[in-house]
């Protein structure tokens, strides 16, 4: 069975740079079928999605976060991660870093359990 | 930017029928995806491809959509249902993707 878990600090000083890392098992990081993404939802408000990542390290990410994020994918430790710069205090969420099935139009089939990141001084 | 639009809420009475609904220009040629999230939790996928089951999912959620409208259907909601619904797609350019704002689902 395939288990995502985020790691990472749980508290960011404003304009610094969220680092989260999200270590897959049960499955391979570079099948064929799948691939990578994050997923965050701040205290009581809907789901956004962040961007997504291929085993090639190919990315995309939401435009309404401009430049501010960089994702990597490293194969070898079964693990991707996301980096947000220039945060403020509407980057506090609960960020999720999710598995999507390939197809005509991805979907999400496998969440993390999801870790609760704080912007403040 | 490209947005799916979910009505806020919809109340049910138990072993009664939910539709929820989500919009977006992008449907007719883009599937949909549902989620479930109950509070405290992580979402969970209920239907993919506008109207596949996940296994263990229950038979009574079931999916259809037609034109710029796609709609999440629970036939006989159990209070178990209860929570939050979002639809999710791709705009046009197959690359962006959007969650619907989401709906609350009240069973009582």
């Known amino acids: 069975q395939i288990q995502l878990l985020e790691s990472g600090p749980g508290l960011v000083k404003p304009s610094e740079t969220l680092s989260l890392v999200c270590n897959v098992s049960g499955d391979s990081i570079s099948n064929s079928i799948h691939f990578w993404g994050w997923v965050r939802q701040p205290p009581g408000k809907g789901l956004e999605w962040i961007g997504t990542i291929y085993h090639t390290g190919s990315t995309y990410h939401n435009p309404s976060l401009k430049s501010r994020v960089t994702m990597s994918i490293d194969t070898s430790k079964r693990q991707f991660s996301l980096n947000l710069s220039s945060v403020t205090a509407t980057d506090t969420a609960i960020y999720y870093c999710t598995r999507l099935r390939l197809g005509a139009t991805p979907w999400f089939d496998f969440w993390g359990q999801g870790t609760l990141v704080t912007v403040s001084s | ?108």
């Not at chain 2, 929820?20 to 491809?49: F, N, R």
């Not at chain 2, 979002?86 to 709906?103: E, I, K, L, W």
Request: proline residues 6%; neutral net charge; hydrophobic residues 30%.
């Open chain 2, 1 to 108: 930017s490209y947005e799916l639009t979910q009505p806020p809420s919809v109340s049910v009475s138990p072993g009664q029928r939910a539709r929820i609904t989500c919009s977006g220009d992008a449907l007719p040629k883009k599937y949909v995806h549902w989620y479930q999230q109950k509070s405290g939790q992580a979402p969970v996928l209920v239907i993919y491809e506008d109207n596949k089951r996940p296994s263990g999912i229950p038979e009574r959620f079931s999916g259809s959509s037609s034109g710029t409208m796609a709609t999440l259907t629970i036939s006989g909601a159990q209070v178990e249902d209860e929570g939050d619904y979002y639809c999710f797609s791709t705009d046009n350019t197959a690359v962006h993707r959007v969650f619907g704002g989401g709906t609350k689902v009240t069973v009582l």
